[in-house]
């Protein structure tokens, strides 16, 4: 089975800054996608960006393009997401979730951490 955990969140002022981490509990990291997700109150699940464990492609969602970095440690199996520029429509619930190499489907879900960016 595959756990992942993440951690990072808070409370930020628009403009600053977080780093989320997701530490992901595989022995072939490289066989999975990470993709990071958001939910906000009343709006549906969003994709926030991903990053393939075999070759490192990564993808971001028009709306954190330039503000959001996504990078891996394979090492430690652990994906960041660094968040800069934080607007009050970042605020969410994020998720990262781990894709297995042969499934079209993210199977595994951590348990969510709150960002919270104030006005």
């Known amino acids: 089975e595959v756990r992942l955990v993440e951690s990072g969140g808070g409370w930020v002022q628009a403009g600053g800054s977080l780093r989320l981490s997701c530490a992901v509990s595989?022995?072939?990291?490289?066989?999975?996608?990470i993709g990071w997700f958001r939910e906000a109150p009343g709006k549906e699940r969003e994709g926030v960006s991903c990053?393939?464990?075999?070759?490192?492609?990564?993808y971001y969602a028009d709306s954190v393009k330039g503000r959001f970095t996504l990078s891996s440690d394979n090492a430690k199996n652990t994906v960041y997401l660094q968040m800069n520029s934080l607007e009050p429509e970042d605020t969410a619930v994020y998720y990262c979730?781990?894709?297995?190499?042969?499934?079209?489907?993210?199977?595994?879900w951590g348990q969510g951490t709150q960002v919270t960016v104030s006005s």
């Open positions: 979730a781990a894709r297995p190499r042969t499934s079209r489907e993210y199977d595994y």
């Open positions: 595989v022995f072939t990291f490289e066989d999975y996608a």
């Open positions: 990053i393939s464990g075999s070759d490192g492609s990564v």
